[in-house]
């Protein structure tokens, strides 16, 4: 079994995708994990299947981090952090249209009361999760993190500049140290099909919208635009597996905790630096489910950028860390994971 001799690592939002899939990694790597998680997007089963697949059950507690006197309970009696790695937050775009307010709430409050704990409490490195959402529709691709920000598009992307922001100021006043790393666009699933994407109603993205179309629960998967300035005509983005994704994570970790960090604030982007269209993406997960999938083309999505994808020197040079996993392992591993899930709902 893994010892843990790495030091504790608090994951906030570890029940979700990409928090799962950390913790998975972080225990593997010999991390102790502890998550706080309000299950507003997810299940406490999730807690289960991580010990399922590395036989070791993170401590769990659930509550709202926006509540500073659990927050502050949670500090009071966990003295011994070597790090933070903050994932919660609301994240669908359209919702964040909808009600402002909720995602400015809870995606601000949560972060201001992690960072007035890791004050208060002399915790020092903090991971954060920011999205290529900030940059909008880039001006020249590959994007750098140096890239311009540019207006945000919607309350959600908002709130991720605006974090990003808070933690620029915040972090040289306290002494602490962050990492943000600016996800692609995150997808597919763990290869044990234990852990992955669990959207909650309509999905939003396009892969599990593509899976849950394949394996009959929507009737048909809407590919938003075909006249885009790209070479099919359909949109760009930068797909990038899950797990690829989660081991960054363990990276950033250990360069805070061996004081390997060039400056108290940095910024990386992740992703695998490749462009895919909405079309090839299809093509993949045709070829290796060996489904044919139904689809029809329509209007454009309102608010949907062209085309974006990563520059990764960055965190290629500076942390040392590559994307692995092709789209096809992308699409292969999220089929499994909607197999999976068909399969533990038919059980039921
Ligand atoms: P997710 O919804 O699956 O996970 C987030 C978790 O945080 C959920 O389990 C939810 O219950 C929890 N949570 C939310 N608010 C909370 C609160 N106030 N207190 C306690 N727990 C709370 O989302 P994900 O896809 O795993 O995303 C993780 C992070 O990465 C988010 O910050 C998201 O904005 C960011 N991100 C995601 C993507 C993506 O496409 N999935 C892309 C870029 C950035
Ligand atoms: C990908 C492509 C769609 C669904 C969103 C957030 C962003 C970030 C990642 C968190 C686009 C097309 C989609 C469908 C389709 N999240 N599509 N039919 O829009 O790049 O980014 O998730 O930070 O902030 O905005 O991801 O998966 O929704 O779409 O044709 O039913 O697939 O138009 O070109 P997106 P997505």
Request: charged share 25%.
């Amino acid at each position: 079994m893994t010892q843990y001799n790495m030091g504790k690592i608090l994951v906030t939002g570890g029940a979700g995708y990409i928090g799962s899939h950390t913790v998975v990694e972080l225990q593997q790597q010999g991390f102790e994990v502890i998550i706080i998680d309000n299950l507003s997007n997810s299940h406490a089963g999730v807690v289960d299947r991580i010990a399922e697949i590395t036989g070791i059950r993170p401590e769990f507690h659930r509550f709202d981090l926006i509540d500073w006197k659990e927050t502050k309970a949670f500090f009071e009696s966990h003295r011994d952090l070597s790090g933070i790695i903050h994932f919660a937050a609301f994240k669908a775009v359209g919702e964040s249209v909808e009600d402002p307010l909720r995602y400015y709430r809870n995606n601000l409050d949560s972060l201001i009361n992690i960072l007035q704990g890791m004050k208060d409490y002399k915790v020092k490195n903090l991971v954060f999760s920011s999205s290529c959402t900030v940059y909008g529709q880039p001006d020249s691709l590959p994007v750098k993190e140096t890239s311009p920000i540019k207006e945000a598009w919607s309350p959600y992307g908002n709130t991720k500049q605006m974090s990003e922001q808070i933690l620029r100021f915040s972090v040289g006043t306290y002494g602490l140290k962050t990492i943000a790393l600016r996800y692609f666009n995150p997808t597919g699933a763990h290869e044990s099909a234990l852990i992955g994407e669990l959207p909650i109603g309509i999905p939003n993205n396009l892969v599990p919208f593509i899976t849950q179309t394949a394996i009959g629960k929507r009737e048909f998967l809407r590919v938003f635009g075909s006249d885009y300035d790209t070479p099919d005509g359909t949109a760009i983005r930068d797909y990038i597996h899950v797990v690829d994704l989660a081991k960054a994570h363990i990276v950033a970790v250990n360069r805070m905790i061996s004081g390997g960090t060039k400056s108290d604030f940095e910024i990386f982007n992740l992703g695998t630096g490749n462009g895919f269209s909405v079309l090839e993406v299809i093509r993949s997960f045709e070829k290796v489910s060996g489904k044919k999938l139904n689809y029809r083309i329509v209007e454009r999505r309102s608010g949907d950028i062209e085309k974006v994808w990563a520059d990764t020197s960055l965190a290629n040079g500076e942390l040392g860390w590559k994307s692995e996993k092709s789209i096809d392992e992308m699409m292969l591993s999220a089929w499994n994971w909607e197999l999976a899930l068909a399969k533990s709902s038919a059980k039921k």
